[in-house]
């Protein structure tokens, strides 16, 4: 008898169902996405919320300990899981899987393998298929190769999220070469690989005929750009601003000691489609701190750039990171970071404790600051920053601005979500489509948002 059409297998049927679990960056936020890519094109489909997959993946960062406790208890649980399942396949990708490679699967022998952030998109769906097929060698595998054509992936393959259909990120440098003295990832993902701007500049386009109207460029050190042909990330962002449908251009992590004139000019040249906002990692504010950490620039330098930028972008608004309780950083070099965040007015900061990494230089110093002395000084400078961003927010009052709507609001689900161009979120009352640009008025502003009604377009 023939079977009922039900019953038989489409042709195309998913062969099974992922969940990938990310913490970090961005570019592990984007990894993500490649990763998700590569198994939807060996037929697997994301699982629905609350079901268990039949492949886990997780993602790793290790930036701080606190990163990387998040993922030895998330792996611990779904410890279980894998217990109740035995054919579930449970693979650790990512930073923390790169510093760890091998003993990763001492501490946690239910995982089947271990991928390096720059070998994880090409190797992930090779593996899976050979585990789901029964080939017994492919468990264990531990593969850290720090790939150069990591930024080659097939950017169609790319599964990006349906949930923002206005933004994309795209990769254009893989790894660093610097050697900030607290920092574990030049050791996770390598020396620096830029990728062609010919490759770049046609996933910007697909993307912008697709209707994404923002994208952003990803690197760990994203000035640095320089591709094969010598060109640079001004010339990147000059050729990206001509793409038709585009709308607004970001680029994120820039090193403040590649933060050049030619750049900053060029970023100028490029607006309003280049967006008046910079995230540029100061670090700290004592010259004295800087060079122990080997960051390549002083406190004057820093400001110099802020300066200049400025100058050349008027309205730019900025962002920074700040690590406090640095090795031999004593309460003085700590107020000078205070004063530079006095000085400068950033719209954003992020402060973190300093933790520290093997196989870094910092990890041997001594002069540790203590715990204690760290949560202190977090508090004080997030004390700082509220006033100073309540200050900079309240610029805002009353101004008629551009939203890219991302979303509801995660507060409250009767108002919509989205971003300025200056990077700042606002809310505002009612429905708007994601992916697509309002007007918003800017009505009421706190430390830490902004909230406004829809008015009518400007013709
Ligand atoms: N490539 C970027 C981002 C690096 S990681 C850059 O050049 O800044 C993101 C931030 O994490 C850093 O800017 C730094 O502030 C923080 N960070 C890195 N290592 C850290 C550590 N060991 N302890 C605390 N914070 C750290
Ligand atoms: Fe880390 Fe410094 Fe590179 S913070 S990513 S080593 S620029």
């Known amino acids: 008898m023939p079977a009922k059409p039900d019953s038989v297998a489409p042709p195309g049927a998913p062969k099974g169902t992922y969940r990938i679990e990310t913490w970090g960056c961005q570019m592990n936020v984007h990894d993500s996405e490649k990763l998700a890519g590569a ?3 060996e037929g697997f489909v994301p699982a629905p919320p609350s079901c268990e997959a039949d492949v886990v993946l997780l993602n790793t960062c290790a930036i701080r300990q606190k990163a990387e406790e998040k993922f030895f208890s998330e792996a611990g649980r779904l410890l279980a899981g894998k217990r109740r399942r035995p054919g579930m396949i449970l693979g650790v990708c990512g930073c923390v899987a790169q510093a760890e490679g091998k003993a990763l699967l001492e501490r946690a022998p239910h995982v089947d393998f271990v991928l390096g952030p720059r070998s994880a998109p090409a190797a992930v769906a090779d593996l899976v298929r050979r585990l789901r097929a029964g080939d017994e060698s492919a468990r264990g595998t531990v ?3 720090l790939r150069d054509d990591a930024v080659r992936f097939p950017f169609d393959r790319i599964r990006r999220d349906p949930g923002s259909p206005g933004k994309a990120y795209v990769t254009i440098v893989e790894g660093c070469n610097h050697r900030c003295a607290f920092c574990v990832v030049p050791k996770t993902r390598g020396r620096e690989v830029c990728r062609p701007m010919g490759d770049v500049l046609a996933e910007v386009r697909a993307l912008a005929a697709r209707g994404v109207l923002e994208v952003e460029f990803l690197g760990q050190t994203v000035n640095s750009y320089r591709d094969e042909d010598g060109r640079r990330l001004g010339d990147l962002l000059h050729a990206a601003a001509e793409i038709d449908g585009l709308r607004r251009i970001r680029f994120t992590t820039s090193h403040p000691a590649q933060m050049t ?3 900053i000019d060029a970023m100028a040249a490029a607006r309003p489609k280049v967006c008046p906002y910079l995230h540029l990692p100061v670090q700290s504010g004592s010259s004295a701190v800087l060079s122990a950490m080997r960051r390549g620039y002083d406190r004057d330098g820093y400001l110099g750039r802020v300066a200049r930028l400025r100058e050349r972008c008027p309205g730019v608004s900025l962002g920074t990171d700040v690590i406090v309780g640095f090795p031999g950083e004593g309460e003085p070099e700590f107020r000078e970071t205070l004063a530079l965040l006095e000085e400068v007015r950033f719209d954003t900061v992020y402060a973190f404790a300093y ?4 196989g870094t230089a910092a990890h041997e110093l001594a002069d540790l600051v203590t715990q204690e002395v760290k949560l202190d000084r977090l508090a004080r400078i997030q004390a700082l920053q509220k ?3 309540a ?3 309240r610029l ?3 101004r008629t601005v551009d939203v890219l709507v991302e979303g509801t609001s995660k507060r409250r689900s009767s108002e919509a979500s989205g971003r300025l ?5 606002v809310n505002f009352e009612g429905a708007a489509a994601p992916g697509t640009i309002v007007a918003v008025e800017i009505v009421r502003a706190s430390a830490y948002s902004l909230w406004g009604h829809r008015v009518p377009r400007e013709p």
């Open 387 to 389: 006033e100073i961003q």
């Open 391 to 393: 200050e900079r927010n």
């Open 39 to 41: 198994l939807e094109a």
């Open 143 to 145: 593969n850290l190769e």
């Open 355 to 358: 933790s520290p990494r093997r």
């Open 396 to 398: 805002w009052l009353g």
């Open 261 to 263: 004139d030619a750049l």
């Open 421 to 425: 161009p200056e990077n700042r979120v």
